[in-house]
């Protein structure tokens, strides 16, 4: 459940697609690598897409409308996002050495097109506080049925602490989801639960997660971890909460005790 694809090339790397490649995320998901001076155009007829820049310097175009974004730390800025529906033509030009991902989905409704600045997207902490802040991380939600109920995908990016967990207390949804990883240093490695399954995660990899387990992640000490996670939503079955495993909701009581404090 858990590909590792070492250093991208330049042009298009696939994670995903929806014919023939983890056809049960029903997303396309790729990352594109692109230099300076060099312009890519997506036009979907069925799907609508979403672009989130990773790193570098661009100017994007759509529908008349155009906008310049910089990022330079995946780990200490937001992102800039453009999402638009089926049939509205982008255009990205790199104005230095680019890496964005691109998420797309079938959609029949058309919507009116956002861009998401960096000042749009706020930062919300999680586990702060509790459990000796072991599961402290902090979460970017950029769309999701809340702010684009129109749309059937969710997209957005958590930091891992070094040393902590995300994805906790274990919970798991109906929906699939995908996340794609990158840390602070190249040697970075962290954990994926799936159910009972432990895969290693790295550099540059994604994990495939079908509806139903649950899927805790924990981040090496001395490693951020950053990942962006993106759901797609079912027919009548939208994404919106998370179903928590059980046997771990003490964790959520004001006075939980927890060893050796117990």
């Known amino acids: 459940m858990v590909t590792v694809y070492g250093d991208m090339k330049k042009g298009y790397n696939e994670i995903c697609n929806m014919e023939d490649n983890h056809t049960d995320?029903?997303?396309?998901?790729?990352?594109?690598?692109?230099?300076?001076?060099?312009?890519?155009?997506?036009?979907?007829?069925?799907?609508?897409?979403?672009?989130?820049?990773?790193?570098?310097?661009?100017t994007l175009n759509w529908e008349g409308n155009s906008a310049d974004a910089v990022r330079r730390s995946l780990f200490d800025e937001n992102p800039v996002v453009l999402h638009v529906a089926k049939g509205v033509e982008i255009t990205v030009t790199a104005k230095d050495n680019v890496e964005i991902l691109i998420q797309k989905t079938t959609n029949e409704k058309s919507f009116a097109s956002k861009l998401y600045t960096q000042e749009d997207i706020g930062t919300g902490f999680f586990g702060d506080g509790v459990w000796e802040n072991t599961a402290r991380r902090a979460v970017r939600d950029v769309f999701n049925y809340s702010n684009a109920p129109y749309s059937n995908m969710v997209l957005g990016e958590l930091i891992n602490y070094p040393g902590r967990w995300s994805?906790?207390?274990?919970?798991?949804?109906?929906?699939?989801?995908?996340?794609?990883?990158?840390?602070?240093?190249?040697?970075?490695?962290?954990?994926?639960?799936?159910?009972?399954?432990?895969?290693?995660?790295?550099?540059?990899?994604?994990?495939?997660?079908?509806?139903?387990?649950?899927?805790?992640?924990?981040?090496?000490?001395?490693?951020?971890?950053?990942?962006?996670?993106?759901?797609?939503?079912?027919?009548?079955?939208?994404?919106?909460?998370?179903?928590?495993?059980?046997?771990?909701?003490?964790?959520?009581?004001?006075?939980?005790?927890?060893?050796?404090?117990?």
Request: glycine content about 8%; hydrophobic content about 40%.
């Open 25 to 58: 995320m029903l997303m396309d998901i790729g990352i594109q690598k692109m230099d300076a001076g060099e312009t890519l155009t997506i036009l979907e007829s069925e799907k609508e897409t979403a672009v989130l820049l990773l790193d570098g310097e661009i």
């Open 167 to 262: 994805s906790y207390i274990p919970h798991g949804h109906d929906q699939p989801e995908v996340y794609y990883y990158r840390f602070d240093r190249p040697e970075g490695f962290g954990a994926a639960f799936l159910g009972d399954e432990a895969f290693k995660i790295m550099d540059n990899s994604a994990f495939f997660i079908p509806g139903g387990p649950t899927h805790p992640q924990v981040a090496a000490p001395g490693f951020a971890m950053y990942y962006t996670w993106m759901i797609r939503h079912l027919e009548n079955n939208p994404w919106v909460s998370r179903d928590n495993d059980p046997r771990y909701n003490w964790l959520l009581e004001a006075d939980a005790k927890i060893w050796p404090n117990k």
